[in-house]
Protein backbone atom coordinates (compact mmCIF):
# COMPACT_ATOMS: atom_id res chain seq x y z
CA UNK A 1 0.00 0.00 0.00
CA UNK A 2 2.85 2.37 -0.10
CA UNK A 3 1.94 3.68 -3.54
CA UNK A 4 -1.35 4.69 -1.90
CA UNK A 5 0.45 6.32 0.58
CA UNK A 6 2.50 8.08 -1.64
CA UNK A 7 -1.01 9.63 -3.58
CA UNK A 8 -2.69 10.48 -0.46
CA UNK A 9 0.46 12.12 0.10
CA UNK A 10 0.41 14.15 -3.24
CA UNK A 11 -3.20 14.80 -2.78
CA UNK A 12 -2.58 16.45 0.59
CA UNK A 13 0.19 18.77 -1.30
CA UNK A 14 -2.99 20.24 -2.92
CA UNK A 15 -5.41 20.63 -0.82
CA UNK A 16 -6.24 23.57 1.23
CA UNK A 17 -5.38 23.00 4.77
CA UNK A 18 -9.07 23.27 6.95
CA UNK A 19 -10.38 21.28 9.67
CA UNK A 20 -11.53 18.32 7.04
CA UNK A 21 -8.34 18.20 5.71
CA UNK A 22 -7.91 14.61 7.43
CA UNK A 23 -11.14 13.41 7.26
CA UNK A 24 -10.80 13.74 3.72
CA UNK A 25 -8.07 12.15 3.19
CA UNK A 26 -9.00 9.48 5.13
CA UNK A 27 -12.42 8.97 3.28
CA UNK A 28 -10.23 8.67 -0.17
CA UNK A 29 -7.94 6.31 1.68
CA UNK A 30 -10.78 4.18 2.43
CA UNK A 31 -11.90 4.34 -1.03
CA UNK A 32 -8.84 3.69 -2.62
CA UNK A 33 -8.25 0.72 -0.55
CA UNK A 34 -11.34 -1.17 -0.62
CA UNK A 35 -11.29 -0.92 -4.47
CA UNK A 36 -7.84 -2.83 -4.39
CA UNK A 37 -9.09 -5.17 -1.91
CA UNK A 38 -12.11 -5.79 -3.93
CA UNK A 39 -9.92 -6.32 -7.13
CA UNK A 40 -7.57 -8.59 -5.14
CA UNK A 41 -10.58 -10.90 -4.39
CA UNK A 42 -11.64 -10.64 -7.17
CA UNK A 43 -8.28 -11.80 -9.04
CA UNK A 44 -7.28 -13.81 -5.84
CA UNK A 45 -3.89 -13.05 -5.62
CA UNK A 46 -2.60 -9.60 -4.61
CA UNK A 47 -1.81 -6.70 -6.92
CA UNK A 48 1.29 -5.52 -7.97
CA UNK A 49 2.54 -2.27 -8.78
CA UNK A 50 1.27 -1.80 -12.18
CA UNK A 51 -1.83 -2.98 -11.16
CA UNK A 52 -2.56 -0.74 -8.21
CA UNK A 53 -1.41 1.92 -10.61
CA UNK A 54 -4.16 1.75 -12.93
CA UNK A 55 -6.15 1.67 -10.25
CA UNK A 56 -4.74 5.44 -9.08
CA UNK A 57 -4.74 6.57 -12.35
CA UNK A 58 -8.11 5.97 -13.01
CA UNK A 59 -9.22 8.00 -9.98
CA UNK A 60 -7.22 10.62 -11.29
CA UNK A 61 -4.32 13.09 -10.95
CA UNK A 62 -3.91 14.30 -7.13
CA UNK A 63 -3.85 18.06 -8.10
CA UNK A 64 -7.64 17.16 -9.99
CA UNK A 65 -8.88 15.33 -7.04
CA UNK A 66 -8.04 17.65 -4.62
CA UNK A 67 -9.91 20.16 -6.21
CA UNK A 68 -13.03 17.63 -6.28
CA UNK A 69 -12.62 16.84 -2.62
CA UNK A 70 -11.91 21.07 -1.75
CA UNK A 71 -14.26 23.76 -1.28
CA UNK A 72 -16.15 24.57 -4.14
CA UNK A 73 -14.59 28.31 -6.02
CA UNK A 74 -16.44 29.49 -8.38
CA UNK A 75 -13.56 31.50 -9.83
CA UNK A 76 -10.29 30.17 -8.00
CA UNK A 77 -9.51 26.58 -7.24
CA UNK A 78 -8.11 25.03 -4.27
CA UNK A 79 -4.66 25.02 -5.89
CA UNK A 80 -3.82 28.43 -6.27
CA UNK A 81 -5.97 29.95 -3.74
CA UNK A 82 -3.37 30.43 -0.62
CA UNK A 83 -1.69 32.28 -3.31
CA UNK A 84 -4.45 34.32 -4.40
CA UNK A 85 -4.92 35.31 -0.80
CA UNK A 86 -1.32 35.85 -0.12
CA UNK A 87 -1.10 38.33 -3.05
CA UNK A 88 -4.60 40.01 -2.50
CA UNK A 89 -3.48 41.12 0.95
CA UNK A 90 -0.07 42.11 0.19
CA UNK A 91 -1.35 44.52 -2.66
CA UNK A 92 -4.25 45.80 -0.22
CA UNK A 93 -3.61 45.87 3.22
CA UNK A 94 0.64 46.49 2.73
CA UNK A 95 0.71 48.32 -0.43
CA UNK A 96 -2.31 49.89 -1.03
CA UNK A 97 -3.91 50.75 2.57
CA UNK A 98 -0.90 52.59 3.74
CA UNK A 99 -0.21 54.59 0.51
CA UNK A 100 -3.65 56.13 1.03
CA UNK A 101 -4.27 56.10 4.75
CA UNK A 102 -0.33 58.07 5.07
CA UNK A 103 0.12 59.71 1.70
CA UNK A 104 -3.14 60.57 -0.26
CA UNK A 105 -5.07 61.26 3.06
CA UNK A 106 -2.25 64.01 4.15
CA UNK A 107 -2.15 65.02 0.41
CA UNK A 108 -6.12 65.78 0.33
CA UNK A 109 -6.06 67.01 3.76
CA UNK A 110 -3.44 69.68 2.36
CA UNK A 111 -5.38 70.66 -0.15
CA UNK A 112 -8.80 70.80 0.94
CA UNK A 113 -8.59 74.39 2.58
CA UNK A 114 -9.80 73.37 5.62
CA UNK A 115 -12.84 70.68 4.73
CA UNK A 116 -11.56 67.81 6.74
CA UNK A 117 -15.22 66.30 5.89
CA UNK A 118 -14.59 66.59 2.13
CA UNK A 119 -10.93 65.19 2.40
CA UNK A 120 -12.27 62.13 4.83
CA UNK A 121 -14.56 61.39 2.20
CA UNK A 122 -12.37 62.24 -1.24
CA UNK A 123 -9.71 59.44 0.62
CA UNK A 124 -11.91 56.97 1.37
CA UNK A 125 -13.87 56.64 -1.94
CA UNK A 126 -10.69 56.34 -3.57
CA UNK A 127 -9.14 53.77 -1.23
CA UNK A 128 -12.38 52.01 -2.34
CA UNK A 129 -12.16 52.46 -5.85
CA UNK A 130 -8.52 51.80 -5.47
CA UNK A 131 -9.03 48.75 -3.84
CA UNK A 132 -12.08 47.46 -5.85
CA UNK A 133 -9.84 47.62 -8.81
CA UNK A 134 -7.44 46.03 -7.81
CA UNK A 135 -8.69 42.92 -6.27
CA UNK A 136 -10.87 42.79 -9.72
CA UNK A 137 -7.65 42.95 -11.31
CA UNK A 138 -5.97 40.36 -9.51
CA UNK A 139 -8.76 37.90 -9.48
CA UNK A 140 -9.26 37.82 -13.09
CA UNK A 141 -5.23 36.90 -13.40
CA UNK A 142 -5.84 34.49 -11.39
CA UNK A 143 -8.81 32.92 -12.82
CA UNK A 144 -7.11 32.88 -16.08
CA UNK A 145 -4.62 30.91 -14.71
CA UNK A 146 -7.19 29.08 -12.63
CA UNK A 147 -9.07 27.93 -16.09
CA UNK A 148 -5.40 27.38 -18.02
CA UNK A 149 -3.89 25.20 -15.35
CA UNK A 150 -7.45 23.06 -15.00
CA UNK A 151 -7.31 22.14 -18.85
CA UNK A 152 -3.81 21.38 -18.82
CA UNK A 153 -4.30 19.22 -15.27
CA UNK A 154 -7.24 17.51 -17.26
CA UNK A 155 -5.34 16.81 -20.29
CA UNK A 156 -2.04 15.89 -19.16
CA UNK A 157 -0.99 12.05 -18.54
CA UNK A 158 0.53 11.20 -15.42
CA UNK A 159 2.33 8.14 -14.13
CA UNK A 160 1.68 7.46 -10.67
CA UNK A 161 4.99 5.55 -10.03
CA UNK A 162 6.51 9.16 -10.71
CA UNK A 163 4.89 10.08 -7.34
CA UNK A 164 7.58 11.29 -5.01
CA UNK A 165 8.54 9.19 -2.18
CA UNK A 166 6.95 9.10 1.55
CA UNK A 167 8.45 11.92 3.61
CA UNK A 168 9.23 11.22 7.03
CA UNK A 169 9.35 15.11 8.26
CA UNK A 170 7.68 17.83 7.22
CA UNK A 171 8.43 19.48 3.95
CA UNK A 172 11.54 21.87 3.34
CA UNK A 173 11.06 25.29 3.08
CA UNK A 174 9.28 25.43 -0.68
CA UNK A 175 11.77 26.79 -3.56
CA UNK A 176 8.76 28.88 -4.96
CA UNK A 177 8.38 30.71 -1.96
CA UNK A 178 12.37 31.71 -1.62
CA UNK A 179 12.94 32.71 -4.74
CA UNK A 180 9.66 35.05 -4.61
CA UNK A 181 11.10 35.98 -1.61
CA UNK A 182 14.28 37.07 -3.26
CA UNK A 183 12.39 38.72 -6.40
CA UNK A 184 10.75 40.95 -3.56
CA UNK A 185 13.88 41.57 -1.81
CA UNK A 186 16.02 42.71 -4.87
CA UNK A 187 13.39 45.22 -5.91
CA UNK A 188 12.72 46.41 -2.10
CA UNK A 189 16.65 46.67 -1.71
CA UNK A 190 16.46 48.43 -5.53
CA UNK A 191 13.52 50.88 -4.14
CA UNK A 192 15.39 52.00 -0.30
CA UNK A 193 18.63 52.70 -2.58
CA UNK A 194 17.27 55.16 -4.98
CA UNK A 195 15.22 56.25 -2.31
CA UNK A 196 17.24 59.42 -1.00
CA UNK A 197 17.26 60.67 -4.87
CA UNK A 198 13.78 60.32 -5.09
CA UNK A 199 11.89 60.62 -2.25
CA UNK A 200 7.97 60.68 -4.22
CA UNK A 201 8.49 56.91 -3.83
CA UNK A 202 7.48 56.65 -0.95
CA UNK A 203 5.72 59.97 -0.02
CA UNK A 204 4.35 60.44 -3.66
CA UNK A 205 2.47 64.09 -4.50
CA UNK A 206 3.32 65.54 -0.85
CA UNK A 207 7.15 65.01 -1.42
CA UNK A 208 6.62 68.43 -2.95
CA UNK A 209 5.95 70.03 0.03
CA UNK A 210 7.62 67.34 2.87
CA UNK A 211 11.23 65.96 3.30
CA UNK A 212 12.51 63.46 5.46
CA UNK A 213 13.69 64.63 8.68
CA UNK A 214 17.34 64.09 10.11
CA UNK A 215 16.07 60.93 12.38
CA UNK A 216 16.31 59.22 9.30
CA UNK A 217 19.88 59.77 8.65
CA UNK A 218 22.04 57.45 11.13
CA UNK A 219 18.87 54.49 10.36
CA UNK A 220 19.60 54.59 6.76
CA UNK A 221 22.58 52.25 6.40
CA UNK A 222 21.08 49.84 8.91
CA UNK A 223 18.01 49.83 7.09
CA UNK A 224 20.21 48.95 4.06
CA UNK A 225 21.85 46.37 5.67
CA UNK A 226 18.86 44.78 7.16
CA UNK A 227 17.21 44.12 3.20
CA UNK A 228 20.74 42.63 2.11
CA UNK A 229 20.72 40.41 5.04
CA UNK A 230 17.06 39.02 4.15
CA UNK A 231 18.47 38.70 0.59
CA UNK A 232 21.58 36.78 1.83
CA UNK A 233 19.46 34.78 3.82
CA UNK A 234 17.01 33.50 0.54
CA UNK A 235 20.21 33.00 -1.15
CA UNK A 236 21.74 30.71 1.26
CA UNK A 237 17.81 28.52 1.63
CA UNK A 238 17.89 28.53 -2.01
CA UNK A 239 21.66 27.17 -2.47
CA UNK A 240 21.35 24.85 0.39
CA UNK A 241 17.89 23.65 0.51
CA UNK A 242 19.19 20.43 2.84
CA UNK A 243 19.93 22.47 5.68
CA UNK A 244 16.86 22.31 7.51
CA UNK A 245 17.92 24.29 10.12
CA UNK A 246 18.99 27.41 8.19
CA UNK A 247 15.32 28.70 7.35
CA UNK A 248 14.29 28.81 11.31
CA UNK A 249 17.51 30.16 12.50
CA UNK A 250 17.10 32.59 9.62
CA UNK A 251 13.91 34.11 10.54
CA UNK A 252 14.42 34.21 14.02
CA UNK A 253 18.34 36.30 13.10
CA UNK A 254 16.06 38.63 10.83
CA UNK A 255 13.34 39.10 13.59
CA UNK A 256 15.63 39.90 16.49
CA UNK A 257 17.49 42.41 13.79
CA UNK A 258 14.26 44.05 12.80
CA UNK A 259 12.88 44.56 16.49
CA UNK A 260 16.26 45.88 17.98
CA UNK A 261 16.36 48.51 14.81
CA UNK A 262 12.54 49.65 15.27
CA UNK A 263 13.38 50.11 18.98
CA UNK A 264 16.41 52.38 18.47
CA UNK A 265 13.90 54.23 15.65
CA UNK A 266 11.67 54.61 18.65
CA UNK A 267 13.76 55.36 21.03
CA UNK A 268 15.10 58.08 19.01
CA UNK A 269 11.63 59.76 18.21
CA UNK A 270 10.94 59.97 21.74
CA UNK A 271 14.21 61.60 22.80
CA UNK A 272 12.19 64.49 23.59
CA UNK A 273 12.85 68.06 22.73
CA UNK A 274 10.87 70.87 24.45
CA UNK A 275 8.47 68.14 25.20
CA UNK A 276 7.75 66.98 21.93
CA UNK A 277 8.66 63.82 19.96
CA UNK A 278 11.38 64.30 17.03
CA UNK A 279 9.48 64.62 13.78
CA UNK A 280 9.59 61.84 10.85
CA UNK A 281 8.93 64.46 8.24
CA UNK A 282 9.37 67.69 8.20
CA UNK A 283 7.70 70.85 6.14
CA UNK A 284 9.84 72.10 3.19
CA UNK A 285 8.82 75.20 3.67
CA UNK A 286 8.87 75.80 7.42
CA UNK A 287 6.97 79.07 7.38
CA UNK A 288 3.83 77.13 5.89
CA UNK A 289 1.44 76.28 9.00
CA UNK A 290 -0.74 73.84 6.23
CA UNK A 291 1.76 72.18 5.60
CA UNK A 292 3.38 71.92 9.26
CA UNK A 293 -0.19 70.40 10.07
CA UNK A 294 0.11 68.00 7.57
CA UNK A 295 3.58 67.04 8.49
CA UNK A 296 2.33 66.32 12.08
CA UNK A 297 -0.55 64.08 10.37
CA UNK A 298 1.98 62.63 8.74
CA UNK A 299 3.97 62.06 11.93
CA UNK A 300 1.88 60.79 14.05
CA UNK A 301 0.59 58.11 11.41
CA UNK A 302 4.37 57.02 11.09
CA UNK A 303 4.59 56.74 14.39
CA UNK A 304 1.42 54.37 15.39
CA UNK A 305 2.86 52.63 12.47
CA UNK A 306 6.70 51.72 13.64
CA UNK A 307 4.94 50.93 17.26
CA UNK A 308 2.48 48.69 15.80
CA UNK A 309 5.36 46.97 13.70
CA UNK A 310 7.67 47.06 16.48
CA UNK A 311 4.46 44.96 18.61
CA UNK A 312 4.28 42.71 15.48
CA UNK A 313 7.61 41.72 15.36
CA UNK A 314 8.09 40.89 18.69
CA UNK A 315 4.87 38.70 18.40
CA UNK A 316 6.67 37.11 14.90
CA UNK A 317 9.87 36.54 17.28
CA UNK A 318 7.98 34.26 19.85
CA UNK A 319 6.37 32.58 16.84
CA UNK A 320 9.92 32.25 15.30
CA UNK A 321 11.20 30.39 18.87
CA UNK A 322 8.73 27.64 18.61
CA UNK A 323 9.24 27.09 15.39
CA UNK A 324 12.77 26.58 16.27
CA UNK A 325 11.86 25.18 19.76
CA UNK A 326 9.84 22.46 17.71
CA UNK A 327 12.66 22.12 15.22
CA UNK A 328 15.11 20.92 17.89
CA UNK A 329 13.12 18.95 19.47
CA UNK A 330 12.06 17.00 16.68
CA UNK A 331 15.81 16.26 16.03
CA UNK A 332 16.63 15.24 19.70
CA UNK A 333 13.38 12.51 19.43
CA UNK A 334 15.12 11.05 16.24
CA UNK A 335 11.86 12.37 14.35
CA UNK A 336 14.05 14.76 12.20
CA UNK A 337 16.60 13.81 9.05
CA UNK A 338 19.73 11.62 10.82
CA UNK A 339 22.28 13.44 8.71
CA UNK A 340 24.84 15.76 10.64
CA UNK A 341 24.37 19.77 10.95
CA UNK A 342 26.90 21.21 8.42
CA UNK A 343 28.61 24.54 9.04
CA UNK A 344 27.71 27.63 7.29
Excluded at 108 to 137: C, P
Excluded at 234 to 251: H, Q
Excluded at 255 to 260: D, E, F, G, Q, R
Aim: some cysteine.
Amino acid sequence: MELVDRYLQAVRFWLPRSSRQEDLLAELGEDLRSQIEEKETELGRALDQAEVSAILKKCGAPMVVAGSLGPKRHLIGPAIYPIYIFVLKMVLLWIQLPIFLFIVGPYNVANSAGDWGTALANTIGEIWSGMFIAAGIITIIFAIVERTQAHAAVACKWDPSTLPPLRKTPRKTSMATTVCQLIFGVLGLIWLLVLPQYPVLILGPAAAFLKAAPIWHPFYVPLVALAVLALVRGGITLARPEWEWFPPVGELVQAVCTLILLSFILSAAGQMTGGEWRPFVVAVEANSVQYIKVAAIVNVSILISLICAWVGMGVALLVHLWQLFRYLRRRRTGTGHAEPVQAA
